[in-house]
C-alpha cells in the first residue's frame, strides 16, 4: 500500500508537472494570439490609413486635371482671342489707310475745285 501511494504521489506529481508545463505553453500560445491580434489591427489601421490617403491623392490629381483642362481651355480661348484682336488690328489699319487715302483725295479734290473757282 506504501508503494501504491509513493505511486499514486509520482503520478500526481508527474501530471502536476504536466499541467504546469501545459499551462506554460497556453501562456505562450495567449501570448502569440495577443502578439498576433495586436499585428492584425496594426496592419487593419495602416491599410485603412494607405486608403484614405490613396483616395484623397486620387481625388487631389482629378481636381489637378481639371484644372488643367480649364486652363488649357483658357488658353485655347486666349489664343483666339489674341488671333481675333491681331486681325482687328490689321483690318483697322487698313480701313484707317484707306480713310487717309480718302481724306487726301477728298483734299485734292478740295483744292481742285477752289483753284477751279478761282
Do not use: C, G, P, W
Amino acid at each position: 500500500m506504501v508503494d501504491e501511494l509513493k505511486n499514486i504521489k509520482s503520478d500526481n506529481s508527474n501530471l502536476n508537472k504536466e499541467r504546469n508545463e501545459f499551462a506554460k505553453y497556453n501562456k505562450e500560445l495567449l501570448n502569440l494570439k495577443n502578439k498576433l491580434s495586436n499585428e492584425r489591427n496594426e496592419a487593419i489601421e495602416k491599410f485603412a490609413l494607405a486608403s484614405s490617403t490613396t483616395e484623397a491623392l486620387q481625388r487631389e490629381i482629378d481636381n489637378l486635371n481639371k484644372q488643367i483642362e480649364k486652363e488649357a481651355q483658357n488658353f485655347i480661348k486666349l489664343e483666339n482671342d489674341k488671333d481675333s484682336i491681331k486681325s482687328n488690328i490689321e483690318k483697322t489699319k487698313q480701313e484707317n489707310k484707306q480713310n487717309e487715302d480718302n481724306i487726301k483725295a477728298l483734299r485734292n479734290e478740295k483744292k481742285t475745285l477752289i483753284t477751279e473757282r478761282n
